[in-house]
């Protein structure tokens, strides 16, 4: 079955400074990778996916690109606020499955003032 | 927010009850999923239910059991609780055959003493 490795499990940037989250999967049939934010005690709240058909998305200050040869793929955020201070999960999934998300670790990212 | 709703909000329970979970899942779906969520750890699938039926299932025993009804709510059951299973339990709901993303409810805290 699927697994999907995070890295770093915490990350400390500086404000204004961009972060970088990466995720490896070993199911080549997964086509399916959505990125979500938990802020302590919430539900996950998904801020980007990308599909197999597509490298890189990018929305306003996040993107995600994605290397189906070497099945990684990775949250990009630029101009880091305080607000941004959550742990972020990836995961993966294929239509086969029916969509069943298979999440990493998740990676605790603190942005310092 | 999504509008997904979780019931309760918290339990607790002791070793070898039994506990059932509710789930309302957002207007316009008619899939839930299940997860397990350990303090710390990113989600674990339970299953997923798709028209009132099992779809698909994650490494979880079978005393966990669920049910979806006509208007896609659904419920997680748990019988002959341990204490491993204390956990946050996150229901997500997702439009089949539309689209994949899935939505979270805010959870509930269960714990098992």
């Known amino acids: 079955g699927e697994n999907v490795e995070q890295h770093p499990s915490t990350l400390s940037v500086q404000e204004g400074d961009s972060a970088v989250i990466k995720c490896t999967y070993s199911?080549?049939?997964?086509?399916?990778f959505p990125w979500y934010k938990q802020e302590l005690g919430k539900r996950p709240q998904l801020i980007i996916d990308?599909?197999?058909n597509v490298g890189e998305k990018k929305d306003q200050r996040i993107a995600v690109t994605l290397n189906k040869t070497a099945k990684h793929f990775s949250l990009h955020i630029t101009e880091t606020q305080p607000e941004d201070s959550a742990v972020y999960f990836c995961a993966a999934s294929e239509v086969d499955s029916n969509y069943q998300l298979i999440w990493g670790a998740g990676t605790k990212l603190i942005i310092k003032p | 927010e999504t509008g997904v709703t979780q019931s309760p909000t918290h339990l607790i329970k002791t070793r070898g009850q039994q506990v059932t979970l509710r789930c309302s899942s957002q207007?316009?779906?008619?899939?839930v999923s299940w997860y397990q969520q350990a303090l710390g750890q990113g989600p674990q699938f339970i299953f997923q239910?798709?028209?009132?039926?099992?779809?698909g299932r994650g490494n979880f025993p079978p005393r966990f059991s669920g049910l979806q009804f006509p208007n896609y709510s659904s419920e997680l059951n748990v019988n002959a609780l341990e204490l491993d299973d204390s956990a946050l339990y996150l229901c997500?709901?997702?439009?089949?055959?539309?689209?994949?993303?899935?939505?979270f409810g805010p959870g509930t805290r269960l714990t098992v003493l």
């Open positions: 207007s316009g779906h008619n899939t």
């Open positions: 997500a709901s997702s439009a089949q055959g539309v689209g994949d993303t899935q939505y």
């Open positions: 990308i599909r197999s």
């Open positions: 199911d080549s049939a997964s086509n399916y």
């Open positions: 239910y798709y028209r009132e039926e099992e779809n």
